[in-house]
């Protein structure tokens, strides 16, 4: 069901509103609007639960609770940061290596060698 309706603004904006229908297990036709946000169209299947005593009080099955929204991305967020914290201790570690005051591998000597000119 779309909707125009007038804001303080003066330009129509259109409004859907998706209205889900669903007959009970007794016959009894009950019309809901689903707000769950999920997109919808025309002639979609979409699961519903309700109590057999309070059929109009239905919720869409298929909808994720805010809770479970939440912590996805709580969860996203704290990854990240462990990611985050584990690559600058890699590249600390790295950068210790590297920038070390002393070469990992001394040089050659320059000149002949004390030991009759063979290298050590």
């Known amino acids: 069901m779309t909707r125009d309706r007038p804001f303080s603004d003066s330009l129509p904006r259109t409004v ?6 669903f007959r009970t297990h007794d016959g009894r036709d009950i019309r ?5 946000g999920v997109p ?3 002639g979609d299947h979409v699961w519903v639960r309700y109590l057999p ?31 985050c914290v584990g690559l600058l201790i890699a590249g600390a570690g790295l950068g210790v290596g590297f920038f070390a005051s002393e070469p990992a591998y001394p040089e050659w000597p320059a000149g002949p060698s004390v030991n009759g000119g063979f290298f050590r």
């Open 16 to 21: 859907r509103h998706v209205i889900l229908g």
């Open 32 to 36: 809901m609007e689903d707000t769950s």
């Open 40 to 42: 919808r169209v025309v």
């Open 53 to 83: 005593s309070q059929p109009q009080q239905a919720a869409v099955a298929d909808a994720a609770p805010a809770g479970q929204s939440i912590g996805l991305v709580l969860g996203l967020v704290v990854g990240a940061g462990f990611v």
